[in-house]
C-alpha cells in the first residue's frame, strides 16, 4: 500500500449541523460548512446564489433548490460530489450521460455477512485504525484506500495484485461501480455502500479526532453510522 498525497478521491467533506442525522443516515451533504475544513479539501454548498438565505442549496446542475433529500453526483473531471435535484440526479443514472463526466451515486448498501475479512488480510493492508473504505478510481485505474486520520482522508493506492487477490477472496469488493460505491470494511465487517458516506463519515469523524485512535466521541460516531448500515443494509445471497 503506497500513500498518495495528491487528490486521488473526491473534493468534499461533510459537517453534520447538531440535531441533523448521524452518519449512516442518507442526508444532503453539504448542509453546513461553507468556507474549509482546516487541513482538507473544500467544501462547497449546492450552487448556492449570492442573495440566497444562509442554508439555500441548489442543484449544481439545474440551480432547482434543493428541498430535502436529493442525489449526488461524482464529477469525474474535478473528483468531486455535486449536489442535484432528483431529475437531475436521473439524467445520470444512464450510461454515458453528459459524455459520461457525471455518474449518479447509487443509493445501494449491501452486507456480505458470509464473507467477513480474514485477520491476516486486514494486516496486510497495514492500515493503521480500525477502519477503511477502498473504491475504484477509474482516472488512476486502480483501487484507493482511504481511512480517517486526524487531518482528514489519508489515501493510499493499492497494489494491483493486491487488490485482484481481495477482490478474488471477497466477490463483494468486485461488484462496487467504479467512483461512485465503495467496499466499507470495519474490523471483519464489508459492506458496499454509496461514495458520499465514506467521505461524510470521514469528515464527522474529523471533527472529534482527539490522541491516536480518534478517541471516545470518534468511536461513537463510528458506531452509530455502523449501526445504521447494519439496519438499512441487503444481505447478498450466493449460491452455494
Known amino acids: 500500500m503506497t500513500e498518495n498525497p495528491g487528490v486521488t478521491g473526491l473534493r468534499r467533506f461533510v459537517r453534520r449541523p447538531a440535531g441533523a442525522p448521524a452518519p449512516g443516515?442518507?442526508?444532503?451533504?453539504?448542509?453546513?460548512?461553507?468556507?474549509?475544513?482546516?487541513?482538507?479539501?473544500?467544501?462547497?454548498?449546492?450552487?448556492?446564489?449570492?442573495?440566497?438565505?444562509?442554508?439555500?442549496?441548489?442543484?449544481?446542475?439545474?440551480?432547482?433548490?434543493?428541498?430535502?433529500?436529493?442525489?449526488?453526483?461524482?464529477?469525474?473531471?474535478?473528483?468531486?460530489?455535486?449536489?442535484?435535484?432528483?431529475?437531475?440526479y436521473l439524467l445520470?443514472?444512464?450510461?454515458?450521460?453528459?459524455?459520461?463526466?457525471?455518474?449518479?451515486?447509487?443509493?445501494?448498501?449491501?452486507?456480505?455477512?458470509?464473507?467477513?475479512?480474514?485477520?491476516?488480510?486486514?494486516?496486510?493492508?497495514?492500515?493503521?485504525?480500525?477502519?477503511?473504505?477502498?473504491?475504484?478510481?477509474?482516472?488512476?485505474?486502480?483501487v484507493v484506500a482511504g481511512y480517517p486520520s486526524p487531518g482528514g482522508v489519508t489515501e493510499c493506492e493499492l497494489d494491483l495484485e493486491g487488490s485482484d487477490r481481495l477482490a478474488a477472496a471477497y466477490?463483494?469488493?468486485?461488484?462496487?461501480?467504479?467512483?461512485?460505491?465503495?467496499?466499507?470494511?470495519?474490523?471483519?465487517?464489508?459492506?458496499?455502500?454509496?461514495?458520499d458516506m465514506c467521505y461524510s463519515l470521514v469528515g464527522e469523524l474529523r471533527l472529534y479526532w482527539q490522541g491516536f485512535d480518534g478517541g471516545a466521541e470518534a468511536r461513537e460516531a463510528l458506531a452509530k453510522f455502523l449501526a445504521g448500515l447494519r439496519r438499512r443494509a441487503v444481505v447478498v445471497q450466493r449460491e452455494h
Not at 107 to 114: L, M, T
Not at 173 to 188: C, N, Q, R, Y
Open 171 to 195: 466477490p463483494l469488493l468486485g461488484e462496487m461501480t467504479p467512483d461512485t460505491e465503495a467496499i466499507f470494511v470495519h474490523k471483519s465487517e464489508v459492506f458496499l455502500i454509496p461514495i
Open 92 to 142: 445520470f443514472t444512464h450510461e454515458g450521460a453528459a459524455g459520461g463526466r457525471y455518474k449518479a451515486v447509487p443509493e445501494r448498501i449491501c452486507h456480505d455477512p458470509a464473507r467477513p475479512l480474514a485477520d491476516a488480510d486486514w494486516s496486510e493492508l497495514q492500515i493503521p485504525v480500525a477502519m477503511a473504505f477502498f473504491f475504484v478510481n477509474s482516472a488512476l485505474g486502480r
Open 25 to 88: 443516515t442518507r442526508v444532503p451533504s453539504t448542509q453546513a460548512l461553507g468556507t474549509r475544513v482546516p487541513g482538507g479539501l473544500p467544501v462547497q454548498l449546492g450552487g448556492q446564489r449570492r442573495d440566497d438565505p444562509p442554508g439555500t442549496e441548489r442543484c449544481e446542475m439545474c440551480q432547482t433548490v434543493l428541498d430535502g433529500r436529493h442525489g449526488h453526483l461524482v464529477d469525474l473531471d474535478q473528483r468531486s460530489i455535486a449536489c442535484a435535484c432528483r431529475a437531475c
